[in-house]
């Protein structure tokens, strides 16, 4: 699941709670696309 709590990484938290929900689309950075 996208959804990861604080604990796990407070700044990922910030990112979804602004944007509510990632669309699938576009998933985030850390999806390993970009590494």
Same mark, same amino acid.
């Given at each position: 699941?996208?959804?990861?709590? @604080?604990?796990?990484?407070?700044?990922?938290?910030?990112?979804?709670? @602004?944007?509510?929900?990632?669309? @699938? @689309?576009?998933?985030?950075?850390?999806?390993?696309?970009?590494?």
């Amino acid at each position: 699941m996208l959804i990861i709590t @604080a604990e796990e990484c407070p700044q990922r938290v910030m990112v979804t709670g @602004a944007r509510g929900q990632l669309p @699938a @689309a576009r998933p985030p950075p850390d999806s390993g696309e970009h590494r």
